[in-house]
């Protein structure tokens, strides 16, 4: 059974700090790794994808990549109150036409 | 911005009935699957759909479900007789070769 395990929370942050999430996959074979993020009711939006070792920045999020640790994590800057929301990391095998396989969520709130 | 559309945003149904939930995705897109998310669980993956055929499905993807891309836009997922277990939120997404899959705003399915 190909996992993707995330620490359902909830975490909690104060407005302006650094949000860490983090998220471990099972699957030696996975290829790129995304992370969405998704408001009560709503659908997963995604905020950034990643395929290589290393750091990837845009704006206020930076995702982190181990290939060999099998993890990856999102941190969010200057944490805002419209940040909070649960966020789902997704894993699939290639960036073709595979299924994303998605951890059961983060629930982050943002304290004022 | 182009985005994926769903209809309808809820159907109520009573269990044994058949349900047909609704996608238009990307129109130059030419990946398409479905996911459903039970309340407070995680995003599944039910079935993916290229070149006019099912190019994978999963367990819950079982002989009461179907796709179909009865014309250029739109594609379908029907339910033929639908348990109480079907309730859940079900999202469409889809994608190009080189880019993420967008997701649409859902449908939220009740079965009674």
């Known amino acids: 059974q190909k996992e993707v395990e995330q620490n359902s929370g909830p975490l909690s942050v104060p407005e302006g700090a650094i949000a860490s999430l983090n998220c471990t996959y099972s699957?030696?074979?996975?290829?790129?790794f995304f992370w969405y993020r998704q408001y009560s009711g709503k659908s997963p939006e995604l905020i950034m994808f990643?395929?290589?070792?290393g750091d990837k920045e845009d704006g206020r999020f930076t995702a982190q990549l181990n290939k060999a640790s099998q993890y990856v994590s999102l941190l969010i800057r200057d944490s805002q109150p419209s940040d909070s929301a649960t966020y789902l990391c997704?894993?699939?095998?290639?960036?073709?036409?595979?299924?994303?396989?998605f951890g059961t969520g983060t629930r982050l709130t943002i304290i004022p | 911005e182009p985005e994926v559309t769903q209809t309808p945003s809820h159907q109520v149904t009573q269990m044994g009935q058949e349900v047909i939930l609704r996608c238009v995705p990307i129109?130059?897109?030419?990946?398409f699957y479905w996911y459903r998310q039970i309340l407070g669980q995680k995003v599944e993956f039910l079935v993916s759909?290229?070149?006019?055929?099912?190019?994978?499905k999963s367990e819950i993807f079982d002989d009461q479900f179907s796709v179909e891309r009865p014309d250029g836009s739109n594609f379908t997922l029907k339910i033929r007789s639908t348990k109480l277990e079907d309730s859940a939120m079900y999202f469409c997404?889809?994608?190009?070769?080189?880019?993420?899959?967008?997701f649409g705003q859902g449908t939220r399915l009740t079965v009674v």
């Open positions: 699957d030696r074979g996975s290829q790129s």
């Open positions: 997704a894993v699939n095998r290639n960036f073709g036409n595979e299924k994303l396989t």
């Open positions: 990643i395929y290589s070792n």
């Open positions: 759909f290229y070149n006019n055929e099912i190019s994978e």
């Open positions: 129109s130059n897109h030419l990946y």
């Open positions: 997404a889809s994608r190009t070769v080189r880019t993420e899959a967008f």
